[in-house]
């Protein structure tokens, strides 16, 4: 894809917060973040907070002016533009309806500023954008008349209504509850879609990040650990960090014994497993590494001594191979899925989540198991 | 630095508002302190020296009237923050009997003028009072002087006390007492160990700011100091206005602006950082757990005391009004009224004309302050804050003083008219728009304004059709206190009334000084009526527009 192409171009930006009387206390919000949007996608900025996700959002809507590098929108560079003057539309974390004015009069706000739209055009637009959010009726409402969810709706339309270039998100759900949360995401994804709008959307939930993003990039300290799509990301983590961030993890520790046939040999705990490279990874023998267990791929069954025993099962998953052997510490019985914690020496804890536990037999707490995984599905990463 | 000069220069309509404020700060706060401090200074023949105060402190007289205004307002801001502190506690923390009466009781001073308990006060205390004198039998009782000065400054300013830590005792959530008492405290302990500490930035605020009150206050001193018991701003006055020694009443008036810059400063810049914000979760239902039944009749004893003297002021007041002569004959008559609106006529429709109009002008030069303050950002910002609150935390006197030496030569030659009482209001009262403005603007959340301007809306917009209509009912609220005051007030506004524009409020220290108590009485009355009236007309008509939330400000 040719740079031109590109809607929002971030490069290099850098926000310090200075703190004029303690200079050392200065923080470094963002730290030389690089970062391109193509038109119509919804990335994600994700990570813990104090990452810097929100500042790169308020800067690319305007709120805040960066300390250096530049924020181009349609190949304009915008860094110094003031936030009423740039085409971006921001939905705020507390959703930031004006009290004073109904539901109809915030959604309009933006729009009776622009003389380039008629009014016929703008009442069309409003009642058209109020009806997609399934709002028509609530127009005359004032804001505190309103549950959680439409206000939410309403902060939506309100920026949505302005057809801006570039649609913000600041956390947008985190005010309501978990059921409402699932159900907003799908619908801001599906306006957004229907819309086409370029969206940034920042959040520290990382499900949500995964159920609504055509890419997700994760921030730790101010910097870009990794950027991909959802898939890459959960898959194919770069660093440990983004491999516990995005979903749970087991990390195994191993040392490369040999390269071969696009993969490694490696040494486990006395144990030589393959697991096949991803192409992108280069470890040479005596590299030591951790193999990334998601507990979906970690499967706990009874330790027999019999190697290469049948697994039922396992046809779909290819074929399981065993990894370490350990303690049964924990089980918790969730219904569709059962969870174990498994104590294997010298290791942290390692957890597993079994589907269909009672075709596999469900294990009693204290037995002695081994842990086999998928070698297709797993990952490999340097250990730092 | 340099980038938000940059940003300034950006926006016209700000930096045109930013430098106007300033431009009117400098001329109407800075240089009329700046000329008291000046011509205290410097000396008949040029040169600066601190001969004007040698020679003013030379005397023993004057020498009294520093500490007796010192020590008499530390006493005050002691007993009055107490008693305030009694107010609020009973109001905000027990379940006695008459709560909104105290609250009432508590706030009414503040809408009567300063010294208007004076005059009641020797109605009933004086020479010929009806409790001294007939009650008790009293006739050589002498109500004149510290103790007397010191009744009448604790009843006046408490009010001040209460309403400040009022709002304190409401922001502790009572959850925290609640946490005490169930891990095994006593309810003694609870109030010394979290009650009373939570308590103490905001005592020591209202404590301030009673001291700040009791050293600027005129009429009480002037009424019952008598001549054994000078203070500052009495001899400042007579100093300037009977021996026309416009120097010596300079020095004494910057004698008093020391011990109330730095009680300011220490109250905005020290006391007031050093509150506690409880972090709560959802509000628990208020319960009054934490009061012993003793402490409860304490507590009745000392508000339902108070109470009753308040009680008996107005009745006083009343009653010495349509009296023929207040202690000898106290048959009905409409003497003193008649007096009022015949001689006083002037006076009153002077003062409502000034007070209209400089309370507008005061109220949106604050609220734009507050905005300018609170939600921008520019070079000289807190300096701004800070001098535009300064005609308000200073005596009145040093203020009355310095526009009389900086406004009587050309191109300001003010002085004797409309205009110089006007701006005197505007500046002073001004602070009351500010404060209520910034109180308000801090509890609307930035990102509903970052909002407006994110739609699009330039800031000039987003203050018409966002800020402005959320901050309106505090306008409102700042506009009537300002209007009260500007009604009230005497200690600076003596210096600069005319012949041709009167105020009431210095007719009634004057009919008190030649001994027509009826008469001040009546005029009292009118004062207080007018007052009443114009409130609650306001209060009536914003309520329909702005629903309960202006109630309860106001």
Known sequence: ???????????????????????????????????????GQLVTLLGPSGCGKTTILRIIAGFETPTSGKVLLGGRDITHTPPNKRDTALVFQNYALFPHLTVWENVTFGLKLRKDISPEEQKARAERVLSQVGLSD??????????????????????????????????????????????????????????????????????????????????????????????????????????????????????????????YDLEVNGRTVFVPGSGQDSFGPGDFVDILLRPENTYVLPRSGAVGQPVPGAGAQGELTPVVDGRLVRRSFLGAVVEYEIEVPGHPRLLAEMSNPFAWGLLEPGSEVTVYFSPRVAHLLRRP | MLAAWRRLVAEPPLFIAVLAVFALLALFVIYPIFKVVEVSLVQPDGSWSLATFRTIFSSWYMRAALTNTLVTALIVAVLATAIGFAFAFAVTRTNIPFKGLLNTIAILPVISPPFVWSVAIIMLFGRNGFVTSKLLGLHDFNIYGMHGLVFAQVVTFFPVAYMTLKGVLESLDNSLEEAALDLGASRWHVFRKVTLPLARPGLASAALIVFIESMADFGNPLILSGSHFPTLAVQAYLQVTGMFDLRGGAALAVALLVPSLVAFVVQKYWVSRRRYVTVTGKPTGRSYMAVSRGAKAFLIAVTGLVSLLVISFYVAIAVGAFARLWGFDHSFTWRNFEYVFGVGREAILDTLVIAVASTPVAGILGMVIAFLVVRQRFPGRSTMEFVSLLDYALPGTLIGIGYVLAFNTRPLALTGTFAIIALHFIFRYMPLGIQAGVASLQQIHPSIEEAAINLGASTAQTFRKVTLPLVAPAFFSGLVFSFVRAMTAVSGAIFLVSADWQLMTVQILSQVGSGRLGAAAAFSMVLLAIILLATGTIRLLLGRAFGAAIQQRL
């Open chain 1, 1 to 39: 894809m040719a740079a031109l192409a590109m809607d929002i171009v971030i490069e290099g930006l850098t926000k310090v917060f200075v703190n004029r009387a303690d200079p050392s206390r200065s923080v470094t919000a963002v730290n030389n973040v690089s970062l391109s949007i193509a038109p």
């Open chain 1, 138 to 263: 609530m127009a005359q409402r004032s804001p505190d008349q309103l549950s959680g969810g439409q206000q939410q709706r309403v902060a939506l339309a309100r920026a949505i209504v302005n057809e801006p270039r570039v649609l913000l998100f600041d956390e947008p759900l985190s005010n309501l509850d978990a059921k409402l949360r699932e159900q907003m995401r799908l619908e801001i994804r599906a306006l957004q879609q229907r819309h086409g709008i370029t969206s940034v959307y920042v959040t520290h939930d990382q499900s949500e990040a995964m159920a609504i993003s055509d890419r997700i990039v994760i921030l730790k300290d101010g910097r870009i650990e990794q950027a991909g799509t959802p898939e890459e990301v959960y898959t194919r983590p770069a660093t440990h960090f983004v491999a516990d961030f995005i979903g749970r993890a087991n990390f195994v520790s191993a040392r490369v014994a040999g390269v071969s046939k696009g993969g």
